[in-house]
């Protein structure tokens, strides 16, 4: 119990002081935001502080949070430590960053930020790799609350029915004006997804739980090494490269720069909670991490989730926290496809105006979403996880470069520190994983490691050394 308290303590010092050091450093000012500045009313469009937080939020908290956090417990309570520095170091650092850096760009998607520090060959790159992510993304989260409303409903209403209805509300959602529908309704959502995770987590509490100690060791039943798998593994629950296609989007309805800690680096510590409660009650509910895989490995994660939110909340309760699951990964689902509309919008100069053009891009975007659904949710969940942090070292690398040549060297550091990390992160599990290479740990950690002092490297000589440029 002292150490998950201890890592909640952490995690709003974490907002308090890191995260105002982060916001001292960026310097945001009393320009106009795109909000202001481009207003569409279609995608450019005002809105309260308190609505955007909460429609940030609900983007970047679908399954991931939940799913990814139950399955890194499985590793033991070390999945701790990296909830906790992941989400204050690296992921409200890349979420903040990323958004702020739109803000500046006129709402400019991930790919167009990464062109325009890192160069025109990786804004190609990011333009197919973040379509296929959101995709990707999308795709699960229409397969894991399809199986969970299947759960719920008579017989007759499968999963394949619930996934025509979702993919029905996400072509409602991608293609109308932000404000009209998931302006209003996300609000909602969000009330019952704090309510849920408040419930598990005082369920746990109450009822006499025993909640895990921190140890440094490896729990997993089947011996996985922590390294690389558990930092792909918990993707939405420490650093996402998802979040980066999420937050220019918010980017496009933020009232002023100085609310962006408020909405960007807080969801993403709001995330780092939902998170660490999902990780402890996973293994405080099943006594033990062989436990939790072994229930994992019976029901799904859709089916875990069920069970502990019914058996810890009864009947109501368990009704109250499967609502908010369901509506967790819809709400970002929805969001992906839209931010996979802008962003081909971005990239083939298509103005989004008119509802024609929107359907124009959305439809191929559904259609290939529903053709991934048929495929096994596992195998979609590890290359997006991968494709994911990948993603997000990009979107670090890109951050360090704005923060040297407008902030200065030092302070360059904030995001370059974390690329790094992340960098060895996911090229070491490339190498090692299932869907790699397959090469052994032999190999595949010293190559990891390497590649990231590359990265390093190229970013000290290219970057580091150059004389301060004036980009604000």
């Not at 140890?215 to 998802?242: D, E, Q, R």
């Not at 980017?251 to 800690?261: P, V």
Request: hydrophobic content about 55%.
């Amino acid at each position: 119990m002292i150490t998950f308290f201890a890592a909640l303590a952490l995690l709003l010092a974490g907002y308090l002081v890191y995260g105002r050091l982060v916001e001292h450093i960026f310097g945001p000012d009393d320009r106009p935001t795109p909000a202001a500045a481009l207003a569409d009313g279609v995608d450019f469009v005002e809105m309260p502080t308190w609505k955007v937080f909460l429609i940030q939020l609900l983007n970047i908290a679908g399954t991931g949070p939940i799913f990814g956090a139950l399955m890194g417990a499985v590793f033991g309570p070390v999945v701790f430590l990296w909830i906790v520095f992941g989400s204050i170091l690296g992921g409200a650092v890349h979420d903040y960053c990323t958004g702020m850096i739109s803000c500046r760009m006129g709402g400019a998607s991930v790919s167009e930020i990464v062109g325009k520090y890192l160069g025109g060959g990786m804004k190609q790159v990011m333009r197919v790799f973040s379509v296929v992510l959101l995709v990707l993304v999308g795709t699960v989260f229409v397969t894991s609350p399809a199986a969970l409303l299947a759960m719920l409903t008579p017989e007759a209403l499968s999963a394949p029915f619930w996934v025509a209805v979702i993919l029905l509300y996400y072509l409602l959602a991608t293609l109308l004006p932000i404000d009209k529908l998931i302006g209003r309704i996300y609000p909602v959502f969000g009330i019952v997804l704090i309510v849920m995770v408040l419930g598990i987590g005082g369920g746990i509490l109450l009822q006499g739980y025993q909640l895990p100690e921190l140890v440094m060791a490896n729990l997993h039943p089947a011996g996985k090494p922590i390294w690389p798998y558990m930092f792909i593994t918990v993707a939405c629950g420490a650093v996402s490269g998802f979040h980066a296609t999420q937050s220019p989007m918010m980017a496009r309805c933020l009232k002023r720069e100085k609310d962006g800690r408020r909405v960007f680096y807080g969801a993403m510590i709001t995330e780092g909670v939902i998170a660490l409660i999902w990780a402890a009650a996973g293994v405080a509910f099943y006594g033990s991490t062989g436990g939790l895989q072994a229930a994992l490995a019976a029901m799904g994660q859709s089916g875990v989730v069920y069970d502990i939110s019914t058996k810890l909340l009864g009947v109501a309760g368990g009704a109250l926290a499967v609502v908010g699951v369901v509506a967790c990964p819809i709400t970002s689902g929805d969001t992906a496809f839209r931010s996979a509309r802008l962003t081909l919008a971005d990239w083939f100069h298509i103005d989004q105006g008119r509802i024609g053009r929107r359907l124009l891009l959305t439809l191929p975007l559904l259609a290939v979403g529903a053709l991934l659904t048929q495929l096994n949710f596992d195998v979609v969940w590890r290359y997006f996880s991968w494709a994911n942090q990948t993603l997000a070292m990009i979107a670090l690398w890109a951050a360090a470069v704005y923060l040297r040549s407008s902030c200065g060297r030092a302070q360059s550091l904030l995001a370059a520190v974390p690329a790094a990390f992340m960098s060895a992160v996911c090229s070491t599990y490339i190498l090692m994983a299932d869907e790699g290479l397959k090469l052994p740990q032999s190999i595949a950690y010293p190559v990891g490691i390497a590649f990231a002092l590359g990265c390093a490297a190229i970013f000290a000589l290219r970057v580091w050394h150059k004389k301060e440029e004036a980009v604000r």
